[in-house]
């Protein structure tokens, strides 16, 4: 296969550079994808550095105007460790009903592989719990929006899921598995785990205190900013910086902390913090209900009437939330503008393993 010609790159560049320009003040993050952003000159008078502590400090404004929505110790604990954990989040009957609802339904779902990793989403939109009342009202729980929002630090509606995790004992390697950063700025993930997660099940693990930037991992970040071409691990060159446990402490943080936990136990954690899925040594399945929110890094204001400028926020997207998201994914596909990792298995059991697995 013949390279790009030089010049159609160059005017490709030339072309692109309003939009590359303003994705200067977005949540872009790839290197990559972006030639200012990933720029040797621009990233070594510190670029990259002024975007990660700008980020910083707006997320700590707007999270000091959420904080009426978590108490004193989770508020604490968060700014302690990066992520609070809850354990008996909900009420015993209203669990228990919820994993006889789960376990007794068959929904449409969606699957992500990742190395012998397989990711499903089974779709919890309004439409498919007008008969499961308590997986609708933990999907609506406010107090689990709550400190999603305060993590996230922005007021917007979080995409919420119910999640399973169906990992091979010894297979390809899962890209989740090695300690990531999933951006430069505050983004909050949430986990309410429906089964019990052992040592060998694969646990969510989290550097304690991560969330928060040392002048260590500044120097280490504007190294790999500056330094794209001996980067060779493609989701760092994207912006979600990967690294080996044994460069934690020159950071300045701890081993990471394996969350061994049961089920109905809440972690609510900002994975701008380093953190993976361990791997396991066994087959495991995981299934929990998962949310999401990632806004704009920039924005000074925590929400208004439409949740913090998000389309999430329109009632019509929140919904049918899950199925738009997965359509659009293939649309854009469709379009040749990016990959949709997502397909369809069909109807079915969240934790049904199926043929190709």
């Keep these: 296969m013949s390279a790009t010609p030089k010049s ?16 200067i003040f977005s949540g872009a993050k790839s290197f990559e994808k972006n030639p200012l952003l990933g720029s040797r000159f621009l990233n070594a008078n510190n670029l990259h550095v002024i975007r990660v502590s700008l980020a910083m400090r707006m997320a700590a404004l707007r999270r000091r105007r959420l904080r009426s929505r978590v108490s004193a110790e989770q508020a ?20 228990a009903q919820l994993l006889e609802e789960m376990h007794g339904s068959e929904f449409e779902r969606v699957d992500m592989r990742q190395g012998a990793t397989i990711t499903r989403r089974s779709m919890i939109d309004d439409q498919d719990l007008e008969s499961r009342p308590a997986l609708r009202q933990a999907r609506d729980n406010p ?10 630090s922005h007021a917007g509606h979080a995409l919420v899921t119910l999640q399973t995790v169906l990992a091979k004992a010894n297979g390809n390697p899962d890209p989740q598995s090695d300690l990531h950063s999933d951006t430069f700025h505050a983004t909050a993930k949430a986990w ?3 089964t019990d997660v052992g040592e060998q099940d694969g646990p969510f693990c989290y550097v304690a205190g991560s969330h928060k930037m040392t002048e260590q991992r500044y120097a280490w970040e504007k190294g790999i900013s ?18 080996s446990p044994d460069k934690l402490a020159a950071m300045g943080y701890p081993q990471p902390t394996r969350m061994v936990v049961k089920a109905n136990t809440l972690i609510v954690a900002d994975t701008h913090g380093f ?7 066994v087959d495991t399945t995981r299934i929990e209900i998962y949310a999401s929110l990632r806004r704009a890094p920039y924005l000074p204001f925590v929400a208004g009437s439409l949740g913090g400028l998000h389309l999430g926020a329109l009632p019509y997207v929140k919904k049918r939330v899950n199925r738009l998201v997965v ?31």
Excluded at 329 to 343: A, E, I, S, V
């Design 192 to 194: 309410l785990f429906l």
């Design 8 to 23: 159609a790159v160059s005017l490709r560049h030339v072309l692109g550079f309003p939009l590359y320009f303003l994705q």
């Design 143 to 152: 107090e689990f929006m709550g400190l999603v929002q305060y993590v996230g």
């Design 327 to 357: 359509s659009g994914l293939r649309r854009m596909q469709k379009l040749g503008l990016r990959g949709c990792p997502w397909h369809s298995i069909g109807q079915g059991k969240v934790d049904e393993w199926t043929h190709d697995q």
């Design 76 to 95: 604490e604990a968060y700014e302690r460790d990066g992520y609070i954990r809850i354990d008996n989040f909900l009420p015993e009957a209203q669990f």
């Design 226 to 243: 500056t330094s794209l071409d001996s980067v060779e691990n493609t989701y760092s060159r994207r912006g979600s910086l990967r690294l």
């Design 275 to 281: 953190h993976a899925r361990c791997s396991s040594p």
